[in-house]
């Protein structure tokens, strides 16, 4: 479980994370949804420790994040996995190679099990017949599930997605969205996807968190969303832009 | 951002880049991947100026002593003069500061832009979210493949110079082999060999990391990236010129 306890963060003058308390279960969809430049980015970025909280904290099984010692958080980091709103594959590796890489570096299996273990986690992406095909070969929807198989190549316990539709088809976006929800009910990990596609929501969001203008404006569910839009004019209005 | 805000950061930064690797064996990959991209790969342009260079320092010296200023004939000066400022020049200037100024062109801007097109592209954050110390893992291998190749590089350079100004010698007839070969062994000392190497090692290292700092903190797109790789290069031959000097003070 990852929770957030009163989490702010500026950049200079401007608060851009404003006392956020949340708390993000294993097993579950977590969706972080929000306009562009409400802070969601920022938000998920300050919990798998690429910005640091300007007050408050995260707590992953209770252990605060950003209060462990340098060697610990790496320890923990080995546990996370994100995908990238651009991917962020390593050009100069196939896509074999950039799945093998997290088990390079911290397994101590030996090739064959590595390979084992790639061809694994590429099965279970859909992604048969592109091992050695470099990321500038191959489709955005197909970098997406590369990335999706390099962050579950070792056996992680939270797994982030910054905006994991982002330039796909919709019918690609459908086919992550499923695969991203399999996942994390088949390996129980804690999933938090950062998301404002409508869909996604409707579809995989088991439970959302709306932060608006740096602020959690609403928590709940999918099937609570139409109630609370009747009440949240800031939420409706974000909804209803969405379609 | 002041100039002492600058120096702190690169310290940090170094202080990050001298860890132990995670892995060893992949550590040694991407290390002898740069001795190659490095050294194989700036072998042709390294011989082509160094033997231009050598070539032209022999013709312009050769050109002066010739020339009657009126203060002393020129009849005065034995050619194998020549032999001796060429053997000089290169060992103590033109063999590691020509080409390092030549290599912070090649390797300092390729360094730059491929750690900030890595930056920009999230690569270094996905290191980072993965456990890995990203300083480390992308600079530390090519400081170190930078502080082995470029001064084996230098020591190339600094034979082919002699070879250009032998060779333009003969080509142009402005003297003997005989006259250049006893200039060349008249001047040398064997601390210049030792100046050589001194600033093969700092300027290797100016080069790697100076780079690798300007290429991990880029910060934007493809625009910022370029301006990643220029800005290390004005910065690097700032800094080898400065410390040409510097050492040449402190060991001549």
Not at chain 1, 91 to 98: A, H, I, P, R
Not at chain 1, 114 to 129: A, I, K, T, W
Not at chain 1, 163 to 182: F, K, M, Q, W, Y
Not at chain 2, 13 to 31: A, C, D, H, I, Q
């Amino acid at each position: 479980m990852i929770q957030l306890v009163d989490l702010n963060k500026y950049f200079e003058e401007k608060h851009v994370l404003k006392n956020i308390n949340a708390s993000f279960l294993p097993g579950v969809t977590n969706l972080v949804i929000g306009a562009s430049g409400g802070g969601k980015s920022v938000m998920v970025k300050t919990m798998v420790g690429l910005e640091s909280p300007s007050s408050g904290q995260v707590l992953f099984e209770g252990q605060d994040y950003h209060n462990l010692e340098y060697e610990q958080q790496q320890i923990l980091r080995r546990e996370i996995g994100m995908l990238f709103q651009g991917t962020a594959l390593f050009d100069s590796l196939t896509v074999e190679q950039n799945v093998e890489f997290p088990l390079l570096m911290f397994s101590n299996m030996n090739k064959e099990e590595r390979m084992e273990r790639v061809n694994l986690c590429l099965s279970r992406v859909n992604l048969v017949n592109a091992n050695n095909k470099t990321p500038a070969e191959i489709s955005g929807g197909m970098k997406k599930r590369v990335g999706i198989a390099r962050a579950i190549a070792l056996n992680i316990k939270y797994l982030f997605c910054d905006e994991p539709n982002s330039g796909l088809d919709p019918l690609t976006s459908r086919v992550i969205d499923a695969l991203l929800h399999d996942i994390t009910k088949e390996f129980g990990i804690t999933t938090i996807i950062n998301s404002h596609d409508m869909k996604t929501v409707k579809d995989i969001g088991e439970h959302i968190v709306f932060v608006h203008q740096g602020q959690k404006w609403w928590e709940g569910n999918k099937d609570d969303l139409a109630e609370a839009q009747k009440s949240n004019p800031e939420l409706d209005a974000f909804v209803k832009a969405s379609f | 951002m002041n100039v002492f805000t600058e120096i702190g950061r690169y310290i940090l930064f170094m202080r990050y880049v001298f860890k132990r690797p995670e892995r060893g064996r992949v550590f040694w990959n991407m290390l002898v991947r740069e001795m190659n991209l490095m050294g194989v790969d700036s072998l042709v342009v390294v011989i082509l100026i160094a033997i231009i260079t050598g070539a032209v320092t022999t013709v312009q010296t050769a050109s002066q002593l010739a020339y009657d200023s009126g203060i002393l004939p020129p009849s005065l000066f034995p050619m194998a003069i020549v032999g001796s400022v060429v053997g000089s020049s290169s060992v103590l200037e033109l063999a590691p500061t020509i080409t390092c100024l030549v290599l912070a062109g090649k390797i300092g801007a390729n360094i730059a832009s491929e750690i900030g097109n890595m930056r920009v592209s999230e690569q270094i954050d996905a290191y980072e979210v993965m456990g890995i110390n990203s300083i480390s893992f992308v600079s530390l291998p090519k400081i170190l493949a930078g502080i082995i190749v470029i001064p084996c590089l230098i020591i190339i350079s600094n034979f082919l110079l002699i070879f250009g100004g032998l060779l333009a010698a003969k080509l142009t007839g402005i003297m003997t082999l005989d006259e250049y070969v006893t200039g060349l062994r008249s001047s040398f000392l064997p601390l210049y060999a030792k100046v050589l190497m001194v600033k093969g090692v700092v300027f290797s290292f100016i080069i790697t990391s100076l780079a690798c700092f300007q290429g991990y903190y880029t910060q934007g797109g493809a625009l910022e990236v370029g301006e990643a790789g220029t800005s290390a290069v004005t910065k690097i031959c700032v800094f080898i010129l400065l410390f040409d000097l510097i050492i040449a003070k402190l060991l001549l």
